[in-house]
């Protein structure tokens, strides 16, 4: 059981906008940044969105982050077929002493 | 660029030791925190263990606490996990992770290819 809940699975068609959530706690997300991760199995995962909405470079613009309370959500709009992957959210837990996932969706794009 | 490159997985009986390594390029390595992170076959991320970049600070999770030390040696480029009383649980792919900031609370932005760890008799 992952200290962070995620939905397992979430799907939509190409271009169309999908949202994955991530629910946590006073603990974690309510006092600190989330994290966002795309991981292809047997690859290295990649970070999406960093201190809750904020993109590295080289990540288009079709994902995005946001926060309320002790949830936060991934956004992806104009959905490809190269985003079916497995996203994970990530945080500090103050309580833990140590970093949280979520226990990932995985995206299909039909 | 950064590259994170794992090593020193394979199969092992329950019970037994094995040691990890990571090696880092592309980045002042001296600066940084580092991470390992696992995933068990069919299962989601799991935070191990984290390191400061000059080693004082070290945090494990409470599954490996006493079982798993985290270090590191700047001079190498080279991070290591040190893993002893291995259980079949502990069957995993094992990444090493760079944090952003120089203790390991800041967050982790790449990551290795990882490394496959296998537990059984």
């Known amino acids: 059981q992952s200290v962070l809940t995620q939905s397992p699975s979430a799907s939509g068609t190409p271009g169309q906008r999908v949202t994955i959530s991530c629910s946590g706690s006073?603990?974690?997300?309510?006092?600190?940044?989330v994290y966002w991760y795309q991981h292809l199995p047997g690859t290295a995962p990649k970070l999406l969105i960093y201190?809750?909405?904020q993109r590295p470079s080289g990540v288009p613009d079709r994902f995005s982050g946001s926060k309320s309370g002790t949830s936060a959500s991934l956004a992806i709009s104009g959905l490809r077929s190269e985003d079916e992957a497995d996203y994970y959210c990530?945080?500090?837990?103050?309580?833990?002493?140590?970093?949280?996932f979520g226990g990932g969706t995985k995206l299909t794009v039909l | 660029e950064v590259q994170l490159v794992e090593s020193g997985g394979g199969l092992v009986q329950p019970g037994r030791s094995l040691r990890l390594s990571c090696a880092a390029s592309?980045?002042?390595?001296?600066?940084?925190?580092m991470h390992w992170v696992r995933q068990v076959p069919g299962k989601g991320l799991e935070w191990l263990s984290g390191?400061?970049?000059?080693?004082?600070?070290?945090g494990y999770a409470d599954s490996v606490k006493g079982r798993f030390t985290i270090s590191r040696d700047n001079a190498k480029n080279s991070l290591y996990l040190q893993m002893n009383s291995l259980r079949s649980e502990d069957t995993a792919l094992y990444y090493c992770?760079?944090?952003?900031?120089?203790?390991?609370?800041?967050?982790?932005?790449?990551w290795g290819q990882g490394v496959l760890v296998s537990v059984s008799s």
């Open positions: 990530a945080t500090w837990h103050d309580s833990l002493n140590g970093w949280v």
């Open positions: 592309g980045f002042p390595f001296d600066e940084y925190a």
């Open positions: 390191i400061s970049w000059n080693s004082i600070n070290r």
């Open positions: 992770a760079k944090d952003n900031d120089r203790d390991y609370g800041g967050h982790l932005d790449f």
């Open positions: 006073s603990s974690s997300i309510g006092s600190n940044y």
């Open positions: 201190w809750d909405n």
